[in-house]
């Protein structure tokens, strides 16, 4: 398996535009993860899917962003307008979350660095 | 607030030394620990977890502890290598795995050869 996937590796634009951010999880897996790190806040959690449902979203910081899962191996974090408080580096995590007493780990990909300039 | 506490932005340690990171929570729901490694420009992977059931898990040259009543748990690295040099982050959850992991801001780790 290749892993989770996530494109662009790197993003520049300027402030205003729209920025998209893509993830394809790992086969299988059930849950996934849109994280974003900065140094003040470490990494935090924007929002979380499970089989492509939005669970939790109350991470996402206003509403230029959004993210969607059309499926299960695909899911896209939006961001319009984007400005450069939003440069940070994202991550997408996908895992198998089977209920209680049953963790399997999270697997990240590489991320996305995002400046906005 | 941040349940997940790593008050230590950075630590240096000579190589062979052991390495002591630590991380303070404050949800007494949390029943699962774990530490994660980040090399520059990769993902965090996991390292090591440790279960509120227990008070030490060790792998190798990995041992986590855990002080349930402190709510506090640490990682120790020994002997440490130059290999080991990473931001490391302490992350929990609860309800084992129904809700996310919460991750503390991370520690930078240098081995110093």
């Known amino acids: 398996d290749a892993g989770v996937i996530q494109s662009p590796r790197h993003e520049v634009t300027e402030m205003g535009q729209e920025v998209t951010l893509r993830c394809k999880p790992i086969?299988?897996?059930?849950?996934l993860f849109w994280y974003r790190q900065t140094m003040m806040r470490g990494l935090e959690l924007l929002i979380y899917?499970?089989?492509?449902?939005?669970?939790?979203d109350s991470g996402m910081p206003e509403d230029r962003f959004s993210a969607k899962m059309p499926n299960a191996s695909f899911s896209t974090l939006k961001i319009q307008p984007s400005e450069p408080r939003d440069s940070a580096v994202y991550f997408c995590?996908?895992?198998?979350?089977?209920?209680?007493?049953?963790?399997?780990?999270?697997?990240f990909g590489s991320g996305t660095r995002l400046t906005v300039v | 607030d941040q349940q997940v506490k790593q008050n230590s932005p950075s630590l240096s340690v000579q190589e062979g030394r052991i390495s002591i990171l630590n991380c303070d929570y404050t949800?007494?729901?949390?029943?699962?620990f774990l530490w994660y490694k980040k090399y520059p420009a990769e993902g965090p992977t996991f390292l090591i977890s440790?279960?509120?059931?227990?008070d030490k898990n060790e792998d190798g040259r990995f041992t986590v502890f855990l002080n349930k009543s402190a709510k506090h748990l640490s990682l120790h690295i020994v002997p440490s290598q130059p290999g080991d040099s990473a931001v490391y982050f302490c992350a929990a959850l609860y309800n084992s795995g129904n809700t996310p992991l919460v991750f503390g801001k991370g520690t930078r780790l240098s081995v110093i050869a």
């Open positions: 086969s299988g897996h059930n849950s």
């Open positions: 949800n007494s729901m949390f029943d699962y």
């Open positions: 995590a996908s895992s198998f979350i089977a209920g209680s007493l049953s963790f399997y780990g999270y697997t």
């Open positions: 899917f499970n089989n492509n449902v939005p669970i939790d």
């Open positions: 440790i279960s509120s059931i227990k």
